[in-house]
């Protein structure tokens, strides 16, 4: 099985849902939309998942392998409906969807229950 990764930001939470899914046996597209605001250690995980076996990192700019995959998941962004200039492609290239979402510290949390259920 072929995943795409959609990812905001490469964080510890990305790293561990991709190695999850390489233990699994499948083969991920690491694709990072954006790492400005990145720590040390965000910067080292990236090296680390573009160093290991049957992962493949781009950026949204390039071209992303293949011509379709089985699975997106789309990683840590409370704001999905901002960005549906960029998932619309992704989209329409896989069987299915998945969505990890952690909320958004700025809002209270009820506000973001209800934002996060409407998206």
Known sequence: MIVDLLVFRVDSLTFTVAKAILVGGHKINLICVSQEHVCDIDTRLLRVLSETPGVTVSTLHEDIPGDSSDLLIVQNHPQLFNHRSLLNPLARRTNS???????DRKYARKNVLKHQLRE
Do not use: N
């Open 97 to 103: 969807i998945t969505v990890i979402s952690l909320g």
